[in-house]
Protein backbone atom coordinates (compact mmCIF):
# COMPACT_ATOMS: atom_id res chain seq x y z
CA UNK A 1 0.00 0.00 0.00
CA UNK A 2 1.26 3.53 -0.84
CA UNK A 3 0.29 7.07 0.20
CA UNK A 4 1.41 10.14 -0.95
CA UNK A 5 1.07 14.10 -1.04
CA UNK A 6 -0.22 15.70 -3.59
CA UNK A 7 0.82 19.42 -3.60
CA UNK A 8 -2.15 21.47 -2.80
CA UNK A 9 -4.60 18.52 -2.30
CA UNK A 10 -4.47 15.47 0.18
CA UNK A 11 -3.23 12.29 0.68
CA UNK A 12 -4.20 9.51 -1.81
CA UNK A 13 -3.07 6.23 -2.72
CA UNK A 14 -3.53 2.43 -1.52
CA UNK A 15 -5.40 -0.37 -2.29
CA UNK A 16 -9.03 -1.83 -0.23
CA UNK A 17 -9.10 -5.20 0.10
CA UNK A 18 -12.91 -6.10 -0.28
CA UNK A 19 -13.71 -7.67 3.09
CA UNK A 20 -15.39 -11.48 1.37
CA UNK A 21 -11.72 -11.63 0.09
CA UNK A 22 -10.69 -12.43 3.67
CA UNK A 23 -9.76 -16.16 4.87
CA UNK A 24 -9.42 -17.83 7.91
CA UNK A 25 -5.55 -17.92 9.31
CA UNK A 26 -6.13 -22.36 9.48
CA UNK A 27 -7.35 -21.92 5.79
CA UNK A 28 -4.54 -19.38 4.46
CA UNK A 29 -1.77 -21.79 6.69
CA UNK A 30 -3.48 -25.13 4.54
CA UNK A 31 -2.70 -23.21 1.39
CA UNK A 32 0.83 -21.85 2.13
CA UNK A 33 1.65 -25.88 3.46
CA UNK A 34 0.04 -27.12 -0.29
CA UNK A 35 1.91 -24.40 -2.36
CA UNK A 36 5.12 -25.38 -0.10
CA UNK A 37 4.66 -29.18 -1.29
CA UNK A 38 3.82 -27.99 -4.69
CA UNK A 39 7.18 -26.46 -4.63
CA UNK A 40 9.19 -29.01 -2.54
CA UNK A 41 9.59 -26.20 0.03
CA UNK A 42 7.91 -28.92 2.85
CA UNK A 43 10.65 -31.07 4.20
CA UNK A 44 8.27 -31.98 7.38
CA UNK A 45 5.03 -31.66 8.52
CA UNK A 46 5.94 -28.78 10.64
CA UNK A 47 4.86 -29.89 13.80
CA UNK A 48 7.69 -31.55 15.39
CA UNK A 49 9.89 -28.40 14.55
CA UNK A 50 8.46 -25.23 14.50
CA UNK A 51 12.28 -23.77 13.45
CA UNK A 52 10.63 -25.32 9.54
CA UNK A 53 8.15 -23.23 8.96
CA UNK A 54 11.07 -20.56 8.91
CA UNK A 55 12.49 -22.18 6.77
CA UNK A 56 9.83 -22.88 4.09
CA UNK A 57 8.36 -19.21 4.13
CA UNK A 58 12.38 -18.36 3.25
CA UNK A 59 11.91 -20.88 0.30
CA UNK A 60 9.05 -19.86 -0.86
CA UNK A 61 10.50 -16.06 -0.57
CA UNK A 62 13.33 -16.80 -2.90
CA UNK A 63 10.92 -18.70 -5.63
CA UNK A 64 11.09 -16.90 -8.91
CA UNK A 65 7.28 -15.37 -9.21
CA UNK A 66 6.34 -17.02 -11.89
CA UNK A 67 7.20 -20.39 -10.59
CA UNK A 68 4.79 -18.94 -7.80
CA UNK A 69 2.23 -18.45 -9.91
CA UNK A 70 2.18 -21.18 -11.97
CA UNK A 71 2.01 -23.41 -8.88
CA UNK A 72 -1.05 -21.50 -7.41
CA UNK A 73 -2.87 -21.61 -10.77
CA UNK A 74 -2.50 -25.38 -10.73
CA UNK A 75 -3.32 -25.82 -7.01
CA UNK A 76 -6.89 -23.49 -7.60
CA UNK A 77 -7.34 -25.82 -11.03
CA UNK A 78 -7.41 -28.95 -9.00
CA UNK A 79 -9.46 -27.50 -5.64
CA UNK A 80 -11.89 -25.43 -7.90
CA UNK A 81 -11.89 -21.59 -8.46
CA UNK A 82 -14.35 -20.51 -5.85
CA UNK A 83 -10.93 -21.24 -3.54
CA UNK A 84 -8.33 -17.67 -3.53
CA UNK A 85 -5.17 -16.88 -2.50
CA UNK A 86 -6.57 -13.53 -0.23
CA UNK A 87 -5.51 -11.63 3.15
CA UNK A 88 -5.97 -13.43 6.43
CA UNK A 89 -8.67 -12.32 8.52
CA UNK A 90 -8.45 -10.08 11.47
CA UNK A 91 -9.07 -11.53 14.81
CA UNK A 92 -11.09 -8.17 15.66
CA UNK A 93 -13.28 -6.47 13.27
CA UNK A 94 -12.37 -2.81 12.99
CA UNK A 95 -14.82 -0.95 14.83
CA UNK A 96 -15.38 1.35 12.43
CA UNK A 97 -13.99 2.91 8.76
CA UNK A 98 -12.60 6.44 7.56
CA UNK A 99 -14.23 7.87 4.95
CA UNK A 100 -12.53 7.52 1.81
CA UNK A 101 -12.58 8.51 -1.89
CA UNK A 102 -12.81 4.80 -3.75
CA UNK A 103 -12.18 4.09 -7.39
CA UNK A 104 -12.78 0.25 -7.91
CA UNK A 105 -12.46 -1.34 -11.10
CA UNK A 106 -13.97 -5.09 -12.26
CA UNK A 107 -13.08 -6.99 -15.68
CA UNK A 108 -14.54 -9.67 -17.97
CA UNK A 109 -11.00 -11.16 -18.00
CA UNK A 110 -10.11 -10.90 -14.19
CA UNK A 111 -7.73 -13.32 -13.51
CA UNK A 112 -9.86 -14.97 -11.82
CA UNK A 113 -11.21 -15.89 -14.60
CA UNK A 114 -8.15 -17.62 -16.24
CA UNK A 115 -7.96 -19.69 -13.43
CA UNK A 116 -11.39 -21.14 -13.58
CA UNK A 117 -11.15 -22.02 -17.03
CA UNK A 118 -8.22 -24.54 -15.99
CA UNK A 119 -11.02 -26.65 -14.09
CA UNK A 120 -12.68 -26.89 -18.07
CA UNK A 121 -9.07 -28.18 -19.40
CA UNK A 122 -8.91 -30.25 -16.16
CA UNK A 123 -12.56 -31.99 -16.91
CA UNK A 124 -11.77 -32.65 -20.84
CA UNK A 125 -8.17 -34.21 -19.82
CA UNK A 126 -9.63 -36.99 -17.85
CA UNK A 127 -12.28 -37.35 -20.30
CA UNK A 128 -14.98 -36.06 -19.30
CA UNK A 129 -17.30 -34.73 -22.29
CA UNK A 130 -20.45 -34.45 -20.53
CA UNK A 131 -20.34 -30.77 -19.49
CA UNK A 132 -23.18 -31.17 -17.15
CA UNK A 133 -21.24 -33.66 -15.51
CA UNK A 134 -18.16 -31.93 -15.15
CA UNK A 135 -20.29 -28.42 -14.37
CA UNK A 136 -21.84 -29.97 -10.93
CA UNK A 137 -18.90 -32.00 -9.91
CA UNK A 138 -16.19 -28.75 -10.43
CA UNK A 139 -19.18 -26.82 -8.72
CA UNK A 140 -19.87 -29.26 -5.92
CA UNK A 141 -16.17 -29.99 -5.42
CA UNK A 142 -15.35 -26.14 -4.89
CA UNK A 143 -18.70 -24.24 -4.04
CA UNK A 144 -18.87 -23.11 -0.72
CA UNK A 145 -15.54 -22.64 0.40
CA UNK A 146 -14.43 -24.44 3.69
CA UNK A 147 -17.46 -24.89 4.95
CA UNK A 148 -19.68 -25.45 2.59
CA UNK A 149 -23.53 -25.94 2.32
CA UNK A 150 -25.62 -28.67 0.77
CA UNK A 151 -28.71 -26.41 -0.17
CA UNK A 152 -26.44 -23.82 -1.38
CA UNK A 153 -24.62 -25.96 -3.77
CA UNK A 154 -27.66 -27.36 -4.99
CA UNK A 155 -29.27 -23.65 -5.38
CA UNK A 156 -25.98 -22.32 -7.13
CA UNK A 157 -26.04 -25.64 -9.23
CA UNK A 158 -29.36 -25.05 -10.43
CA UNK A 159 -29.13 -21.46 -10.78
CA UNK A 160 -26.38 -21.22 -13.37
CA UNK A 161 -27.34 -24.66 -15.46
CA UNK A 162 -30.26 -22.27 -16.09
CA UNK A 163 -27.54 -21.09 -18.91
CA UNK A 164 -26.64 -24.77 -19.93
CA UNK A 165 -27.39 -27.12 -21.47
CA UNK A 166 -27.89 -30.57 -20.19
CA UNK A 167 -25.96 -32.72 -23.45
CA UNK A 168 -22.13 -33.23 -24.81
CA UNK A 169 -23.23 -30.40 -27.20
CA UNK A 170 -23.74 -27.82 -24.20
CA UNK A 171 -20.39 -28.35 -22.78
CA UNK A 172 -18.76 -25.30 -24.37
CA UNK A 173 -21.33 -23.70 -22.51
CA UNK A 174 -20.31 -25.00 -18.99
CA UNK A 175 -17.04 -23.04 -19.05
CA UNK A 176 -19.09 -19.68 -20.15
CA UNK A 177 -21.22 -20.62 -16.80
CA UNK A 178 -17.94 -21.47 -14.25
CA UNK A 179 -16.95 -18.34 -15.35
CA UNK A 180 -20.18 -16.40 -14.57
CA UNK A 181 -20.26 -18.23 -11.47
CA UNK A 182 -16.43 -17.29 -9.98
CA UNK A 183 -16.98 -13.89 -11.48
CA UNK A 184 -19.70 -13.43 -9.64
CA UNK A 185 -19.36 -14.58 -6.79
CA UNK A 186 -15.64 -13.27 -6.23
CA UNK A 187 -15.52 -10.20 -8.10
CA UNK A 188 -18.71 -8.08 -9.27
CA UNK A 189 -20.98 -8.61 -6.61
CA UNK A 190 -18.39 -8.32 -3.58
CA UNK A 191 -17.46 -4.83 -5.85
CA UNK A 192 -21.19 -4.08 -5.81
CA UNK A 193 -21.18 -5.24 -2.19
CA UNK A 194 -18.40 -2.81 -0.86
CA UNK A 195 -19.14 0.13 -2.75
CA UNK A 196 -22.56 0.43 -1.43
CA UNK A 197 -21.23 -0.17 2.23
CA UNK A 198 -18.25 2.39 1.71
CA UNK A 199 -20.98 4.48 0.22
CA UNK A 200 -23.14 4.25 2.98
CA UNK A 201 -20.61 5.75 4.46
CA UNK A 202 -20.96 9.03 3.06
CA UNK A 203 -17.49 8.40 0.53
CA UNK A 204 -17.67 9.29 -2.73
CA UNK A 205 -17.28 5.84 -4.82
CA UNK A 206 -16.58 5.62 -8.39
CA UNK A 207 -17.16 2.10 -10.00
CA UNK A 208 -16.19 1.22 -13.44
CA UNK A 209 -16.51 -2.58 -15.21
CA UNK A 210 -14.90 -3.76 -18.15
CA UNK A 211 -16.34 -5.73 -20.59
CA UNK A 212 -14.68 -8.20 -23.12
CA UNK A 213 -13.36 -7.09 -26.13
CA UNK A 214 -15.78 -7.34 -28.92
CA UNK A 215 -15.54 -9.96 -31.91
CA UNK A 216 -13.36 -8.07 -34.19
CA UNK A 217 -10.99 -6.43 -31.57
CA UNK A 218 -7.07 -7.75 -32.26
CA UNK A 219 -6.17 -6.34 -28.98
CA UNK A 220 -4.20 -8.87 -26.68
CA UNK A 221 -5.56 -9.79 -23.90
CA UNK A 222 -3.29 -11.57 -21.95
CA UNK A 223 -3.09 -7.96 -20.14
CA UNK A 224 -7.07 -6.74 -18.89
CA UNK A 225 -8.04 -3.78 -21.31
CA UNK A 226 -8.95 -1.64 -18.42
CA UNK A 227 -5.42 -1.58 -17.51
CA UNK A 228 -4.41 -1.17 -21.24
CA UNK A 229 -6.68 1.84 -21.86
CA UNK A 230 -4.97 3.54 -18.37
CA UNK A 231 -1.49 3.38 -19.47
CA UNK A 232 -2.55 3.99 -23.19
CA UNK A 233 -1.69 1.60 -24.74
CA UNK A 234 -3.83 1.81 -27.74
CA UNK A 235 -1.51 4.94 -28.61
CA UNK A 236 1.70 3.73 -28.66
CA UNK A 237 3.41 2.59 -31.81
CA UNK A 238 4.51 -0.92 -31.07
CA UNK A 239 0.63 -1.92 -30.63
CA UNK A 240 -1.31 1.03 -32.37
CA UNK A 241 -2.30 -1.36 -35.03
CA UNK A 242 -4.16 -3.70 -32.85
CA UNK A 243 -7.17 -1.00 -31.88
CA UNK A 244 -9.92 0.63 -33.69
CA UNK A 245 -10.11 4.50 -33.52
CA UNK A 246 -12.92 4.17 -31.21
CA UNK A 247 -10.66 1.96 -28.85
CA UNK A 248 -7.85 4.74 -29.16
CA UNK A 249 -10.72 7.29 -28.14
CA UNK A 250 -11.68 5.24 -25.29
CA UNK A 251 -8.32 4.89 -23.83
CA UNK A 252 -8.08 8.69 -23.87
CA UNK A 253 -11.63 8.38 -21.81
CA UNK A 254 -10.19 6.06 -19.41
CA UNK A 255 -6.88 7.46 -19.13
CA UNK A 256 -8.96 11.43 -18.41
CA UNK A 257 -11.03 9.06 -16.06
CA UNK A 258 -8.54 7.95 -13.84
CA UNK A 259 -5.90 10.89 -13.75
CA UNK A 260 -9.12 13.17 -13.12
CA UNK A 261 -9.38 10.86 -9.86
CA UNK A 262 -6.21 10.63 -8.62
CA UNK A 263 -5.54 14.64 -8.95
CA UNK A 264 -8.93 15.94 -7.62
CA UNK A 265 -11.23 12.64 -6.00
CA UNK A 266 -13.52 13.40 -8.93
CA UNK A 267 -13.44 10.67 -12.74
CA UNK A 268 -14.11 14.10 -14.13
CA UNK A 269 -12.95 17.91 -13.76
CA UNK A 270 -15.20 19.89 -11.77
CA UNK A 271 -15.77 23.54 -12.30
CA UNK A 272 -16.63 23.65 -9.03
CA UNK A 273 -14.06 21.70 -6.37
CA UNK A 274 -16.19 21.62 -3.91
CA UNK A 275 -19.69 20.54 -4.71
CA UNK A 276 -22.87 20.33 -2.79
CA UNK A 277 -25.45 18.10 -2.57
CA UNK A 278 -28.58 19.41 -4.25
CA UNK A 279 -31.88 20.11 -3.51
CA UNK A 280 -34.40 16.70 -3.21
CA UNK A 281 -31.69 14.48 -4.13
CA UNK A 282 -31.73 11.26 -1.84
CA UNK A 283 -28.72 9.55 -0.59
CA UNK A 284 -27.21 6.80 -2.64
CA UNK A 285 -28.88 8.14 -5.84
CA UNK A 286 -28.15 9.78 -9.11
CA UNK A 287 -30.14 11.48 -11.71
CA UNK A 288 -29.27 10.90 -15.77
CA UNK A 289 -27.70 13.41 -17.35
CA UNK A 290 -27.32 12.52 -20.67
CA UNK A 291 -29.31 11.03 -23.43
CA UNK A 292 -28.15 7.10 -24.34
CA UNK A 293 -27.74 6.94 -20.29
CA UNK A 294 -30.07 4.36 -18.49
CA UNK A 295 -30.15 2.96 -15.15
CA UNK A 296 -29.47 -1.08 -15.38
CA UNK A 297 -28.38 -3.05 -12.36
CA UNK A 298 -25.06 -5.04 -12.97
CA UNK A 299 -25.84 -8.96 -12.66
CA UNK A 300 -28.50 -7.91 -10.93
CA UNK A 301 -30.09 -11.35 -10.27
CA UNK A 302 -26.90 -12.81 -9.79
CA UNK A 303 -25.83 -10.76 -7.21
CA UNK A 304 -29.57 -11.02 -5.64
CA UNK A 305 -29.04 -15.10 -5.37
CA UNK A 306 -25.51 -14.39 -3.51
CA UNK A 307 -26.41 -11.68 -1.31
CA UNK A 308 -30.30 -13.15 -0.59
CA UNK A 309 -30.89 -16.64 -1.32
CA UNK A 310 -27.45 -18.01 -0.29
CA UNK A 311 -27.15 -16.80 3.42
CA UNK A 312 -30.85 -18.22 3.79
CA UNK A 313 -29.86 -21.42 2.22
CA UNK A 314 -26.68 -21.50 4.93
CA UNK A 315 -28.49 -20.62 7.64
CA UNK A 316 -31.06 -23.14 6.91
CA UNK A 317 -28.41 -25.79 7.44
CA UNK A 318 -27.31 -24.59 10.62
CA UNK A 319 -23.53 -23.70 9.11
CA UNK A 320 -22.47 -20.21 9.03
CA UNK A 321 -19.67 -19.42 6.30
CA UNK A 322 -17.18 -16.40 6.65
CA UNK A 323 -16.37 -16.98 3.35
CA UNK A 324 -20.14 -15.75 2.01
CA UNK A 325 -19.93 -12.02 0.72
CA UNK A 326 -22.77 -10.95 2.23
CA UNK A 327 -22.30 -12.24 5.57
CA UNK A 328 -19.30 -9.63 5.44
CA UNK A 329 -21.51 -6.72 5.00
CA UNK A 330 -24.51 -5.07 7.46
CA UNK A 331 -27.78 -4.64 5.99
CA UNK A 332 -27.41 -1.26 4.55
CA UNK A 333 -29.95 0.67 2.96
CA UNK A 334 -30.27 -0.36 -1.15
CA UNK A 335 -27.94 2.33 -2.77
CA UNK A 336 -29.24 2.66 -6.99
CA UNK A 337 -26.44 2.47 -9.71
CA UNK A 338 -26.03 4.09 -12.41
CA UNK A 339 -25.21 2.24 -15.07
CA UNK A 340 -23.99 3.80 -18.22
CA UNK A 341 -23.83 2.23 -21.70
CA UNK A 342 -23.40 4.52 -24.83
CA UNK A 343 -23.47 2.23 -27.85
CA UNK A 344 -21.26 1.48 -29.16
CA UNK A 345 -18.65 2.28 -27.24
CA UNK A 346 -17.65 -1.00 -25.97
CA UNK A 347 -16.70 -0.39 -22.20
CA UNK A 348 -19.50 0.39 -19.71
CA UNK A 349 -19.49 1.86 -16.22
CA UNK A 350 -20.99 2.00 -12.92
CA UNK A 351 -21.36 5.06 -10.29
CA UNK A 352 -22.38 5.74 -6.93
CA UNK A 353 -22.57 9.26 -5.82
CA UNK A 354 -23.97 8.96 -1.82
CA UNK A 355 -24.14 12.77 -1.44
CA UNK A 356 -23.82 15.03 -4.45
CA UNK A 357 -24.50 15.25 -7.98
CA UNK A 358 -21.48 15.63 -10.03
CA UNK A 359 -23.03 17.34 -12.81
CA UNK A 360 -22.44 16.26 -16.37
CA UNK A 361 -19.53 14.44 -17.74
CA UNK A 362 -19.79 11.64 -15.03
CA UNK A 363 -19.70 9.27 -17.95
CA UNK A 364 -16.87 10.10 -19.69
CA UNK A 365 -15.75 6.60 -19.52
CA UNK A 366 -18.47 5.02 -21.63
Wanted: net charge positive; with cysteine.
Amino acid sequence: TATWQLPGNYHRGGSVFSPAALQSEAGSRRQALHLARELGCLTSDLSSNPADEDKMAACLRTTPASTLNAAQTKLLAVSGPFQAWSPVSPSAAPSGFHRVDLLLGTSMLDGLISRARRIKDLEALQGRADGKTAFYEALSNSLGGERSSVLLKEAAGWFYSLQHLPSPAGYNLFSRALDNATRDLFIVCPSLQMASHWASSKANVFLYHQPEADAHSRADVSVPLDLQFVFGAPHHPMSLQRFTAEYRRLSLAVMSYVSNFIKTGYTHQLANKSPTKQPNQQLGSMKRHENGLCNHGLRTDACSFWSELAPKLTRQTGEENPGEPAALFPQNRPCSVLFCSVPPAPCDCLFFSPQMNLGRGLCSLC
